[in-house]
Nanobody, 114 residues
Framework: VQLQASGGGLVQPGGSLRLSCAASGSIFSVNAMGWYRQAPGKQRELVAAITRSGSTNYADSVKGRFTISRDNAKNTMYLQMNSLKPEDTAVYYC?????????WGKGTQVTVSS
């Protein structure tokens, strides 16, 4: 099982990006999925999470700006990031419980800068 994250890049403050995370391999069940981020010199933190049924929770710092969603048929999760701020700059990681085990994807860099 692998998680592949994509969609990072360089964007100006106020801009938008959409991250994707696809699970692949021999998959029987994909349960909770989430996005984490780690900025230089800081600990990794939860950004947003979503259950299989679609219940979501967000870090206070991104509420109202980021939206997490998933497509269970494609075993894929998304993070729509709007109104990006320089403090959103970090490596973003996807995490998921697949086949009752915890997996991490390789990070994707998001840089918000003018």
């Amino acid at each position: 099982v692998q998680l592949q994250a994509s969609g990072g890049g360089l964007v100006q403050p106020g801009g938008s990006l959409r991250l994707s995370c696809a699970a692949s391999g021999s998959i029987f069940s994909v349960n909770a999925m989430g996005w984490y981020r780690q900025a230089p010199g800081k600990q990794r933190e939860l950004v947003a999470a979503i259950t299989r049924s679609g219940s979501t929770n967000y870090a206070d710092s991104v509420k109202g700006r980021f939206t997490i969603s998933r497509d269970n048929a494609k075993n894929t999760m998304y993070l729509q990031m709007n109104s990006l701020k320089p403090e959103d700059t970090a490596v973003y990681y996807c995490n998921s419980e697949v086949n009752w085990r915890d997996y991490w994807g390789k990070g994707t860099q998001v840089t918000v800068s003018s």
